[in-house]
């Protein structure tokens, strides 16, 4: 079993719309769920940062974390055109023996005008 | 501020030969991280350094790769002999984080590889 899942889509939306993005992992000992976008071309670009259980809103973007069920989503809401791009989720958790930095696979989004 | 720096921007180069990428952390960071990045495999973790020293290079895939961090500034990767195969962009990022912390990374532009 993958430490984390994430659907590749492709998802497609019109413009407007909520847009939501999921993961999926199986290590109880992740302590940080951080999202990513990456354009076409360009470097993964932080986008939203958690720490442990609970919700986080910056602007349209909303992240949300659940860890008893182990499940992380980023919710896009009044979806634009510039917004089309990969969404990739990441997790970590400390650890005595070394970094325990993990990536999901991406799910692409185009978001239509 | 500037961000993680990496040059160069692309690479393209004949199998056989060697291939040096660059990068320069943000200021401050304290964990240096060297990702592959397909379209088959997506992100893979390389190596990744912490306050300058490599911590954990399982994910070099050949010995034909090595890494390293002379300071806190610093950090190459080096291809030798390079094989088609390592086509890819290759991404530093940094951490101001202990790498045994876990926390964010930020990345860098990307160094586009293409072994011909």
């Known amino acids: 079993q993958k430490e984390v899942e994430q659907d590749p889509g492709p998802l497609s939306v019109p413009e407007g719309a909520i847009v939501s993005l999921n993961c999926t992992y199986s290590?109880?000992?992740?302590?940080?769920f951080m999202w990513y976008r990456q354009y076409s071309r360009k470097g993964p670009e932080l986008l939203m940062y958690t720490y442990s259980s609970g919700n986080k809103e910056d602007g349209r973007f909303t992240a949300q974390v659940d860890k008893s069920s182990k499940y992380i989503s980023l919710f896009i809401r009044d979806s634009q055109p510039s917004d089309s791009a990969t969404y990739l989720c990441a997790m970590s958790a400390a650890s005595n023996t070394g970094n325990q930095f993990y990536f999901g696979t991406g799910t692409s989004l185009t978001v239509i005008p | 501020d500037a961000g993680v720096i990496q040059s160069p921007r692309h690479e393209v180069t004949e199998m056989g030969q060697e291939v040096t990428l660059r990068c320069k952390p943000i200021?401050?960071?304290?964990?240096l991280f060297w990702y592959r990045q397909t379209m088959m495999r997506g992100l893979e973790l390389l190596i990744y350094?912490?306050?300058?020293?490599?911590?954990?290079d399982s994910g070099m895939p050949e010995d034909r790769f090595s890494a390293k961090m002379p300071n806190a500034s610093f950090s190459t990767l080096k291809i030798q002999p390079s094989e088609p195969r390592d086509s890819a962009v290759y991404f530093c990022?940094?951490?101001?984080?202990?790498?045994?912390?876990?926390?964010?990374?930020?990345f860098g532009p990307g160094t586009r590889l293409t072994v011909l």
């Open positions: 350094f912490n306050n300058n020293v490599p911590i954990d």
């Open positions: 290590n109880s000992a992740f302590q940080y």
């Open positions: 200021s401050g960071h304290n964990s």
């Open positions: 990022a940094s951490s101001p984080l202990s790498a045994y912390a876990g926390g964010e990374q930020f």
